[in-house]
C-alpha cells in the first residue's frame, strides 16, 4: 500500500511539475517556431521575472502570483526590446558562424545573469508565503481512502494558474487572427505576407508573447522554489530539452513534452535518487533526439495519419 | 489596372529580369508564358511585393508600389495564388481561408465570401475541418485559390494553377478561374498548360531568359508559328 501511495504522490507531483514545465516550454517553442531561432536566454528571462517578483514582494508584500500581471507586462516589452534592437540586427548581417543569432542569446543570457548578481549578489534568496506550507490531504476528505496523497497549496496553485495561461494562449493561437497570423508566420512567412500579414510584427510580438509566458512560469515558480542569479541556465536547458521533445516549434508538442519530463523527472527523483532528476532529464532528451527526432508532434501527426 | 514599367530584377548578382514592361487590363485575363527559368514566378513575386525591382516600377491603379510593403498589397486589391500553393499545411483548410480575410472590408465579409467560396468549391466545404497539408493536390489548390479569393482581389495572380493535377482537374480550375473573371475580377495568370491559357487569355505575354520577347492577343499568339513550335510542340 505505501508503494502505491508513493507512486501515486510521484505522479501527482510529476504532473504538477510538468504543468508548469509546460509553459517554460511553449514560450521557448513559439519563438522557435515564428523565428527559426532557440532562445538560449529563456531562463535567463524567466530568472528576471523571479526577481522582478522578488523585489516585488519584499518591497511592497505584493504576492508572486499577483506579480504575473507586472512581470509578464514587464518581459513582454524587455522580449520585444531585445528582438527589435539586438536580434533582428543580427538577423540581418551575414556572419561567418551561421548560428550567430543563438550566440547572441547565449550572451544576452550571460549579461542579465551578470546583471542579477551584481545586483542580488549570489545568495540564495525565498519569498516567505503565508501558504506556503500548507497542505490538503486527501484522508481528511476521504476518511476511508486507502493511500493518503496530499498536495501543498503552492505546488497546486501554481499548477493551476500554469494550466490555465496555457490554454489561454492555445486559445490567442488558435481563434484569434492575430494568433492564427503567428502561426501562419511559423510555418510559411512568404504565404503570410502575401494574405497581408505584417511578418517582421509577429516576430517582434511572439518574441515578447514567449518572454511573457517565461515570465509568467518566473512568477509561478518563486512560491515552490528559492531563487539566485544563475538559476536561469537550468531552465534554458529544462525549455530546450521541452522544446526538442515538442518537436521544435509545435505548442501541442511542448506542452505534452513538458508533462513528460515533468512527470519523468518526478519519477528519477523518486525511485533513483534526488540528485538524479537532471541526468533523467539528459536521458530523455537524448531518447527523444535518437528514438523520436520528429518530437511529440510526430507522434500526434502519425495518430492523426491512421 | 496593373503596369510593370522597365523593371529589372536581381537574386543577388545574378539579374534574371531585364527590362520587363507590360500591362494588365481591368476585367481581362491576361497570361504570361515561359519555359521554365524564364523568370515568371520572379515577375509575379515582384508584383507581390516579395522581390525589390532594382530598376523600373510596378503601378497598380496608377499608385506607385515601390514604396507599399508586401503585407500592404493584398489592401490594395490584389492577391497572389504562388506557385506550389504554398498552404499553411499545418492549419485547416477554414483556418486557411480565415488567413485571406486578414484586414478590412475582407474581414469584415469573411462570413459572406466563405459562403461564396464554399459554393465555388463544394469539395472544400466538405474538408473545411481537415489539415491543409493532408488535402490531395486538386483540393489544396482549390483551397490556395478560394483563399486568395476571400481578399475580395481586384486582381488575382496565379502562379501555374494547373500544376501536377491531373486533366480533368486541369479543365475544372481552368473553369474557375474563367468564372472568377466573368465575376469582374482581373487575372494575370503564368502557364506551362500554355494551350489552355492562351484559349482563355484576352492578352498575352512571352517571357524568355528574363525578356519580354511577344505578346498579342491569346488567339494570335495560338497561331503564330514561333509559339507554336515552342510552346507547343506543333
Ligand atoms: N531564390 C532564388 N535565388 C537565385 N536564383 C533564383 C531564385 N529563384 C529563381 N532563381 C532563378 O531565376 C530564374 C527565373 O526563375 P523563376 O522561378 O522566375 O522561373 P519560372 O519562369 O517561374 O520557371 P518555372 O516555369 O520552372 O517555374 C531561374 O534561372 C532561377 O534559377
Ligand atoms: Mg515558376
Redesign the pocket.
Known sequence: MIKLEIFLQTLIQGLLLGGLYSLIGVGMTIIMGVMKIINLAHGELMMVAMYIAYVLFTAFQIDPYFSILIAAPVLFFLGIALQKYLINPVLRVEAIIPENQVILTVGIGMVLANLATIIFQSDYRQTPLSYASKTWYLQDYWKSSPVDLSITAPWLVTFLVAVLITLGLWFFLARTDMGKSIRATAQDSEAAMIMGVNVDRMRVITFGLGSALVGAAGCLFIPIYYIYPDIGGQFTLISFVITILGGLGSTVGAILGGLVLGLFESLTATYVGMGWAPVGRFAIFVAALVFLPGGMASLLKSKRMK | MLEIRNMDVF??D?Q?IWDVSFQVKPREVTALI??????????LKTIAGLLRPSNGGIFFNAEDLSTVPAFQRIDRGMVLCP?ARRLFIEMTVEENLDMGSLRGRAKQQRRQTKDMVYELFPRLKERRRQIAGTLSGGEQQMAAIGRGLMSLPQLMMF??PSLGLAPILVREIFEVIRKIQADGTTVLI?E?NVKQTLAIADRAYV?EH?RLVMQGRGQDLLNDPHVKSAYLGM
Open positions: 537574386y543577388g545574378v534574371v515561359g519555359t521554365n527559368g524564364a523568370g515568371k514566378s520572379t515577375t506557385e502562379d501555374e503564368v506551362q517571357l528574363g
